[in-house]
């Protein structure tokens, strides 16, 4: 699965990892987390993430 960098803040959403503090368990992909997910560190949206290479 595909890692996302939030282009804010430079996040890197690993779904490997997940966001367990959120509530995201390991596992899932970017594209299954629910539409209100926010950036853990900036609170930027979904649309503000970009695939990493
Ligand atoms: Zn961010």
Redesign the pocket.
């Given at each position: 699965m595909k890692k996302y960098e939030?282009?804010?803040?430079?996040?890197i959403y690993d779904p490997e990892v997940g966001d367990e503090d959120n509530g995201v368990k390991a596992g899932t992909a970017f594209a299954d987390l629910p539409e209100d997910w926010?950036?853990?560190?900036?609170?930027?949206e979904k649309s503000?993430?970009e695939p990493v290479e």
């Open positions: 939030c282009t804010l803040c430079g996040y926010v950036c853990p560190l900036c609170g930027a503000d993430f």
